[in-house]
């Protein structure tokens, strides 16, 4: 059985880390941890004593679950028909369509939840077009709902970093609908990204918080692979076990009891050189070891890497163990 282990100390070190550096870029940091409610225990164990007081979450148990006091959740997908009931009591909802804030308002049941309103700058993830942006927030004022302002994303559908001159088109957009939003209306901007274009030079006004999800998890920035200054690395590996080792069509290929029900197995990260994804199975991946260094036995434990697609699917399987290395 493939096992997932963690080291808290390196997540909440990562986590003060990502605090500081956007702290310093004068804008408040939100962990994304987006499978959080599946890992209330987890979570919560990083945010007890953390100044990180948001949460960015889309996955939903079936159980209530609850967070430190003080920490508020933010919904940062428009919410499925499915979600709906759920993000309407975060603290904040980001939305991308009459549609969406029209089932959210129709959802909620007592305190309006504030919005922001998902602003298309080149990832083509999600978000309104800039023609759109007036009428939709016009008709968010209409329901009654607070918009809080609006957010950004980038690197998730494509490879496009941030950069200054995209975050000042974002800042001249929530001018354009600023007398809708709340006081102190800002944007959202994500990923992790951000925070590496920060090294660069200060960030655009406007820019009040920013969304860090890989940095945290994974001591990194997700496009350039770079390490976050003074970040973690160690903070998860998934550790799985040599079941076969045999020559098939002339190479050394060794199966491993990972497969698609416990991570993406294309994704993870080989712990010898040489080592090369095949193929995988729901159960099971293989890997060409002929080009490795260390003859690699059946009944052998390797130690693999993870990336972001690996650990997201690590994190909602519920057939991988995850065992905590430390506390």
Request: hydrophobic share 40%; charged share 20%.
């Amino acid at each position: 059985m493939p096992l997932l282990f963690l080291r808290r100390k390196a997540l909440r070190h990562n986590l003060a880390l990502a605090n500081e550096l956007c702290r310093r870029t004068g804008a408040a940091c939100m962990f994304v941890f987006k499978e959080a409610p599946l890992h209330a225990k987890l979570v919560s164990s990083l945010l007890e004593k953390s100044p990180v007081r948001r949460l960015g979450i889309v996955a939903w148990p079936g159980e209530a679950v609850s967070f430190p006091e003080g920490v508020s959740l933010h919904h940062v997908y428009a919410p499925s028909p499915q979600s709906t009931e759920q993000a309407a009591h975060c603290r904040c909802v980001y939305i991308d369509s009459l549609y969406a804030a029209t089932m959210l308002h129709a959802a909620c049941r007592g305190p309006l939840p504030e919005v922001r309103i998902s602003l298309e700058v080149g990832d083509l993830r999600d978000g309104v077009l800039p023609e759109e942006l007036p009428a939709l927030c016009e008709a968010v004022h209409r329901l009654g709902l607070p918009l809080r302002g609006l957010s950004v994303n980038f690197a998730c559908l494509t490879s496009h970093a941030p950069t200054t001159e995209l975050l000042c088109f974002a800042a001249t957009q929530l001018e354009s609908v600023r007398n809708l939003c709340v006081e102190g209306g800002d944007i959202s901007a994500g990923g992790t990204d951000v925070l590496e274009l920060a090294e660069k030079g200060p960030l655009p006004p406007g820019i009040g918080e920013i969304r860090c999800g890989t940095g945290v998890m994974l001591g990194v920035y997700p496009l350039s692979g770079r390490p976050l200054p003074g970040g973690r690395q160690d903070t998860f590996r998934l550790e799985a076990h040599v079941m076969e080792c045999r020559v098939k069509n002339g190479r050394i290929m060794a199966l491993l009891d990972v497969g698609s029900f416990h991570t993406a197995p294309e994704k993870l990260i080989p712990p010898l050189p040489g080592m090369a994804f095949c193929g995988a199975s729901s159960a099971y991946a293989s890997f060409d070891v002929t080009d490795c260094p260390e003859n690699i036995r059946e009944g052998m434990s390797l130690s693999f890497g993870l990336e972001y697609h690996s650990l997201s699917r690590a994190l909602i399987s519920r057939a991988l163990p995850m065992i905590s290395e430390d506390s």
